[in-house]
Nanobody, 122 residues
Framework: QVQLVESGGGSVQAGGTLRLSCTAS????????MAWFRQAPGKEREGVAT???????TYADSVKGRFNISRDNAKTSLYLQMNSLKPEDTAMYYC????????????????WGQGTQVPVSS
């Protein structure tokens, strides 16, 4: 059973930056898709960014041009560089993984972290 642990969250002012990290407890094959989701209070969990082993990425429209997802297969780590943060980015951010290609549907992901909180103040 793979466990994912996020880190790097914390309070930040609008316009600021944060880098989230996610580390897996066991080797995650490069054929896995890894992704970041987020859930704001009172809202459903939504996809933020995905990355496959070939380096291909997808982003939610709301974060395009501001966020960058990357992964280190050797270290089984996933990252999310968040720039120009906005108050509407405030959410719990989750790392997720699934075998195979990337999709936005959260129900398609088998492994989840516990989340890291990112409050963005105006």
């Amino acid at each position: 059973q793979v466990q994912l642990v996020e880190s790097g969250g914390g309070s930040v002012q609008a316009g600021g930056t944060l880098r989230l990290s996610c580390t897996a407890s066991a080797y995650i094959a490069s054929t896995y898709c890894m992704a970041w989701f987020r859930q704001a209070p009172g809202k459903e969990r939504e996809g933020v960014a995905t990355i496959y082993s070939d380096g291909s990425t997808t982003y939610a429209d709301s974060v395009k041009g501001r966020f960058n997802i990357s992964r280190d297969n050797a270290k089984t780590s996933l990252y999310l560089q968040m720039n120009s943060l906005k108050p509407e980015d405030t959410a719990m951010y989750y790392c997720a993984a699934r075998r195979g290609f990337c999709y936005w549907g959260r129900h398609l992901y088998n492994y989840w972290g516990q989340g890291t909180q990112v409050p963005v103040s105006s």
